[in-house]
């Protein structure tokens, strides 16, 4: 490890201090500024965090320069094509890929630990029929801490193995529960022979009527949708979901702080956004004319799918997600969305706005379309990401817990308000 230092100098008071800076595996090496506030009196300033390191962390590394992303040390590409969604699960729960035995073991927990508590489904009912699936889950799941008391001791690891556990079991569970809910329909009960996504599909589309005969294309799509938007170092969602956990609040409380974040437009409800806007241009010949409102500073309006706050590249999911969906619209039939979003792409990728700034197609680009295609409504598409998002933030979770020297995370302020006053009366 090399020896670097950092020396910052005030120039009012002309002090100095010398801030160590720490190597990591790959990316940008941090300045360790732990002591800044006690040697110099000042604190870091740094909205959004664009230049803040929040934690130490093992599981996911990402390259926005190069688009490159890897759980694990394994690139998402590999990942994408050689392993299933709940294999990945382990890689990011153990920081191993399993064996087969290992394999067919998590495999059979997870799949076998699927139901809800029956006292949760009249949770569903206290909901008014067109409430979003989302605010369901964000309350749903917050409220799994008073189903499983016996299992929320933070400090053991076993506990914290058993609530990931039932986490990655019943997310799907709660998201087609709340789908079912929000038709009108019963919901369907799991399935444990089937796979992670083909029992998913099933609690979605078959009804006590119907059975719903699983489409591997769909089942495939959805698989390996779930794995690439399993992990995502510190986003927005995985932040709150170790803040909230900082304080030693429960898991399932902690990812309801999750599940609340990721649903906003600029992070995981963005896939929902995209369909939204491609059906606002409705042809082609609109494009033109969006492509300006998000140029227009005065303007709101911002191109959907499109941008990232580290890619600075393509985002390699992007790519992907754009592989799957020509293989499910060659199943499944064109979709005049599709070509409206293949020329934006085109339009935008070559306008000096786009390439100035670097914005290219982010994840949420192509997989609503594909999630279009494989009739799964929009109010789902947030849901679908929180069911894929559910293990990287418990692995998050996980991670900062085991920590010895964890903190309560407490961020500091610049204060801009009145001076003291006096009430005057
Ligand atoms: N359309 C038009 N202009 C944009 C867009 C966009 N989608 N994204 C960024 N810009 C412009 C922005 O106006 C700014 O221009 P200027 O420098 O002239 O003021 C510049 O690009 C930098 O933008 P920023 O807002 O400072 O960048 P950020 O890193 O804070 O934001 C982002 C990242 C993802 C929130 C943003 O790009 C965005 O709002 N994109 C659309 C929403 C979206 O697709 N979100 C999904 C992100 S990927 C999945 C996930 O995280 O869940």
Known sequence: ????????????????????????????????????????????YDPGFVSTASCESAITYLDGEKGELMYRGYPIEQLATKCSFLEVCYLLWNGELPNKNEYIEFRNIIM??????????????????????????????????????????INDPEHRMITAHRLISKMPTIA????????????????????????????????????????????EAIDVLLILHADHEQNASTSTVRL????????????????????????????????????QIGTVDNIDKFIAKAKDKDDPFRLMGFGHRVYKNFDPRAKLIKGIADKV?????????????????????????FIERKLYPNVDFYSGIIYK???????????????????????????MISDPNLKIGRPRQRYIGPTERDIKK
């Open 176 to 219: 087609a529960a709340c789908y079912k809910h929000s038709i009108g329909q019963p919901i369907m009960y799991p399935r444990n022979d089937l796979s992670y996504a083909g029992n998913f599909l099933h609690m979605m589309f078959a009804t006590p009527c119907k059975e719903y005969i699983i489409d591997p294309v769909a089942e």
């Open 373 to 399: 295609a494989l009739k799964i409504p929009v109010t789902m598409f947030t849901p679908m990401f929180v069911i894929a998002r559910t293990i990287g933030w418990i692995t998050h979770w996980n991670e």
């Open 329 to 353: 619209l060659a199943k499944y039939g064109d979709d005049p969305l599709m070509h409206i979003a293949i020329r934006l792409e085109e339009i935008a990728l070559k306008d000096q706005y």
């Open 112 to 153: 076998h630990h699927t139901l809800m508590h029956e006292t949760l489904r009249m949770f569903l009912d206290g909901f008014r029929y067109d409430a979003h699936p989302m605010a369901m889950m964000t309350g749903i799941v917050g409220s799994m801490a008073s189903f499983y008391q016996d299992k929320l001791d």
């Open 1 to 44: 490890m090399i020896d670097r230092k950092v020396t910052l100098t005030d120039s009012l008071t002309g002090k100095s201090v010398e801030l160590p800076v720490l190597d990591a595996t790959y990316g940008d090496a941090v300045m360790d500024i732990g002591k800044l506030n006690k040697e110099f009196g000042l604190f870091t």
């Open 244 to 279: 909230a956990g900082s304080s030693g609040t429960n898991p399932f409380a902690a990812i309801a702080a999750g599940i609340a974040c990721l649903w906003g437009p600029a992070h995981g409800g963005a896939n929902e956004a995209v369909l939204k806007m491609l059906n």
